[in-house]
């Protein structure tokens, strides 16, 4: 075995990225504990690409010929899964963890950098009104505490979820 690059270029996780079959692949395998077959793979593909399940024969076919000559091979070459060719055996590899970095951006972390950007804005607003006299009877650090509360409250809520 060829000794595995400390990390994968960018270049290498956008092709990766590029394509919805090797998406698939790492989504898959990092829900199974990072092991299935050939066959699993593209079952659960098929399916995803079908809406049916079970998928029909000539999609699954035609899905696992995909992986087997050219989307598995590519990910084995760039070290993010070792193929097995005779077993049919998949699993991930350290490197998957760079392309996974890329790949996951969850709706959960999106929506919460929305809520964010509001409070940001709130804030912001806030500010504006105090600086030219509008809450002048307010004292900043009423409502000044409670937005950075909640920003720090979000991030932390975010870092918590990528764990």
Known sequence: M???????AEGEIHDILRNDRR??????LSERDGHATIRELSEHIAALESG??????????SVYVSLHQTHLPKLEGLSVVDYDTDSKDVELRDQAAYVEAYMGQTEDESTTARLVVVV????????IASA??????VEPVIWTVPLFVVVVALGGYQ???RR
């Open 120 to 127: 940001g804005l709130i804030g912001v607003l806030v500010g």
């Open 23 to 28: 998406r698939a692949v790492i989504d898959f």
């Open 2 to 8: 060829s000794e595995e690059p400390s990390t994968l």
């Open 159 to 161: 870092l918590w979820q």
């Open 52 to 61: 049916e399940d079970p998928p029909p024969r000539n999609i699954r076919q």
């Open 132 to 137: 030219v006299g509008l809450l002048s009877g």
